[in-house]
């Protein structure tokens, strides 16, 4: 991968060579650290449903070979003579977004991830400074401008605080952009990676907090992460107790559903976020759910660096990480199954010390 003359550094880490392949070991190169860059060594890194769905190709615009990671999580080993915020050693996180314009209106206000030119993507993105492609965290070392690094609050569990770099901060910005905290009537569709982290995210901000699932039997689960209430949603007899109820709705299913039954659970000038899916809504939402009441449906797309950090400072504070399931690197392929089936509490995260081995 060796371009333009760019000083590189050997990483090793596992790729998609293909939609149809599986996550293989892969050899590559990263470039040589410039003056604002740090260095991370990776120690741990979550796997996201992006990182699977980019990997197969299913929004038809995958180049490979790739790399995926987003929820990076390491310790500095060498930043460049510009950097002035970390030093060697320092544990550190990585999100979504490596770079961005810096200078237009959305990055001016910390909202790199809607900056005007796009930003540089963690992986299957392009180095707006060098023209090549970026690698993410399923790999040894990280190679990024010191102003997308992330500083890790002491105390908090690294593998636990890897998925806080994208389930984390995508729940958290609309619970802070909707200013929900003491006395806020909260609800959660979804209990998953991003579902949970939600719940724990506005229960410690000081919400009432409800679950919305269409499948029994998660109420035990629910109430451990601190749930106060469990509401079936495929219940017109439970959905009917909590009309006119919540301030704020985060919707977290990742794929096309009927929002338009949330709609009169809430209260006057309440918000239904969307958080899960970016594709287009089979059933046409009703005008009328939203005009009475003053109603809104809105969406977040993952959050900016500066907020990203609040939130990592938050969770240091209140001791909140995800809830993990720790593998080595050579099950991913295997993990992606299991992320297909739902079968994972909460979230798989990659022991990168596994790619020595």
Known sequence: MRNKGIPT??????????????????????????????????????????????????????TYPLVPGHEIVGRVREVGDAVSRFKVGDMVGVGCMVDSCQQCKPCLKGWEQDCAEGPTFTYASIDRHDGTPTC????????????????????????????????????????????VGEGSKVAVIGLGGLGHMALKLARALGADVTLFTRSSGKEEDAFRIGVNHVVLSSDPAQMAVVAGRFDVIIDTVPYDHDVN??????????????????GPLGTPVNAGGV???????????????????????????????????????QQINEAYERMLRSDVKYRFVIDIASLKS
Not at 146 to 153: D, G, R, T
Not at 261 to 278: A, D, N, Q, R
């Open 291 to 329: 005009v009475r009441g003053r109603r809104a449906i809105t969406g977040s797309f993952i959050g900016g660096v500066p907020e990203t950090q609040r939130m990592l400072d938050f969770c240091g504070k209140h001791g909140i990480v995800s809830d993990v399931e720790i593998i080595p690197i």
């Open 9 to 62: 550094m050997d990483v090793m880490g596992y790729a998609a060579q293909s939609a149809t392949d599986a996550l293989a070991p892969f050899s590559f190169e990263r470039r040589d650290p410039r003056h604002d860059d740090v260095v991370v060594d990776i120690l741990y890194c979550g796997v996201c449903h992006t990182d699977l769905h980019l990997a197969r190709n299913h929004g038809g615009f995958t």
């Open 261 to 278: 039954p949330y709609m009169p659970t809430l209260t006057l000038e309440g918000v239904l976020v969307l958080v899960g899916y970016m």
């Open 136 to 179: 993410g965290g399923y790999s040894d070392t990280v190679v990024v401008t010191e102003n997308f690094v992330l500083a890790l609050p002491d105390g908090l569990d690294p593998a636990g605080a890897a998925p806080l770099l994208c389930a984390g901060i995508t729940t958290w910005s609309p619970l802070h952009r909707w200013n």
